[in-house]
């Protein structure tokens, strides 16, 4: 029976070669025994972690050099789907001959870019995403285990979006400093919420401590309030803050009078010169391109729409 027999051919071609390879073909699937790790003069670690949702679970075995530091074998057995046999394969493939901290250094994204089979095509559909972050907690649940300590004690920072390991404090500045207002934004911007999606808002595939729908909320209100205690002038914001006040005025006051003569601009570049002034480059598009008057007379009317709008430092300059 042939594949598309059973589900659909683009199914199987959302999974790169050496997914398929490692599903079919693991190099470290096993267990290492405790006469094995002193075989090799290391101590034997094993860690359990699991996916309550979908009911995933993976056990790793790590040989760890008592004097180094170092992995000098590594193996796991699983309960999964064929991604997470190729993601946890991977995953001890990466961490051999490492130091349990430089271990702790690889990431989920890592061990998905690790199995792609060209650098710009995702070895995995973003739903499975989830299964090459068990990967990468495992790994984490190794090190404490291996360290004696408690598990979120190794976490720096806390990881709103596991599948791309963005923290909160990214996803909290990202927002602030970009002016940012939908959660899409926050993807584009962070990649936070662009694979399995869980973190974006409740019901998703695992539950979380934050979810990107209320970090905006809880960011857009404080920005709304600090805002309405102290309005930021136009010199005092950033230059993605200035570039969205900008299209806001030439939307609503410029554009309307261009199009209708068949003509139109577009914000190329914008610059801070110094002393306060903001250099605003534009392309003129189709009528006012051939225009004779458009580096003349549209220029002046675009700039003093600004400085009436906005601030009397803008200089409005074309390319």
Not at 28 to 47: D, K, P, R, Y
Not at 192 to 209: D, L, M, N, T, V
């Amino acid at each position: 029976m042939a594949k598309t027999d059973l589900v659909g051919g683009t199914l199987w071609e959302s999974y790169s070669n050496k997914v398929n390879d490692r599903m079919l073909n693991p190099r470290h699937l096993g267990e290492i025994t405790a006469a094995q790790a002193e075989a090799l003069g290391a101590s034997l670690v094993v860690a359990d972690w699991g996916a309550e949702v979908c009911g995933d679970a993976i056990r790793a075995f790590w040989a760890v050099d008592r004097t180094t530091n170092r992995i000098k074998d590594a193996r796991f057995k699983t309960f999964g789907c064929g991604t997470a046999i190729a993601s946890s394969d991977m995953m001890c493939e990466m961490i051999i001959g490492k130091t349990v901290d430089e271990a702790m250094k690889i990431t989920n994204v890592d061990v998905e870019k690790a199995l792609r089979d060209t650098d710009d095509v995702p070895a995995i559909p973003p739903q499975k995403m989830h299964c090459s972050v068990m990967a990468y907690d495992v790994i984490r649940k190794a090190a404490s285990e291996y360290k004696g300590v408690d598990m979120d004690s190794l976490e720096e920072e806390q990881i709103v979006c596991q599948c791309a390991r963005v923290s909160l404090r990214t996803v909290r500045e990202v927002i602030r400093i970009n002016d940012l207002k939908t959660v899409e934004d926050i993807t584009r911007f962070t990649k936070a919420g662009a694979f399995c999606k869980s973190c974006i808002r409740p019901g998703g595939h695992e539950s979380r401590k934050y979810y990107l729908v209320d970090i905006l909320a809880e960011v857009r209100a404080e920005m709304e309030n600090a805002e309405a205690v102290h309005p930021k002038s136009f010199a005092e914001l950033g230059l993605f803050q200035k570039h969205r006040a900008v299209e806001k005025v030439l939307d609503e006051k410029v554009r309307p009078n261009l199009l209708r003569d068949g003509g139109n601009l577009e914000v190329v570049d914008m610059k801070d010169a110094g002393e306060g002034v903001t250099n605003v480059f534009i392309n003129y598009l189709g009528a006012c391109k051939g225009c004779p008057s458009a580096t003349v007379g549209t220029l002046s009317y675009v700039e003093d729409f600004l400085k009436a709008e906005l601030d009397q430092k803008i200089r409005v300059l074309p390319i």
